[in-house]
């Protein structure tokens, strides 16, 4: 089972440093040991970012039983 934290900014408003502090906290407080992170910075206008620069791809190589963990449901959508 690997364990990824996904961080994803679309604005200069947000920071991916906040987002994997809030994530290694998460994993921290529920014994859980993060594999790897996929941190995508300014993924541009949300409706024009492709999946290349979302990083999706990397996500989409995940097995039954690995965990996603994201600050917001909001992170993987769009």
């Not at 502090?21 to 014994?31: G, M």
């Not at 492709?50 to 449901?73: A, H, M, N, P, W």
Request: glycine content about 6%; proline content about 0%; overall charge positive.
């Amino acid at each position: 089972m690997k364990i990824i934290g996904y961080c994803r900014v679309s604005t200069d408003a947000q920071s991916v440093k906040s987002q994997v502090l809030k994530i290694r906290t998460y994993a921290k407080q529920h014994k859980m040991k993060i594999d790897k992170f996929i941190e995508v910075n300014k993924s541009g206008d949300n409706n024009k970012a492709s999946d290349k620069d979302r990083k999706i791809d990397e996500l989409r190589q995940l097995k039954k039983g690995d965990v996603i963990i994201v600050t917001e449901l909001s992170r993987l959508g769009r």
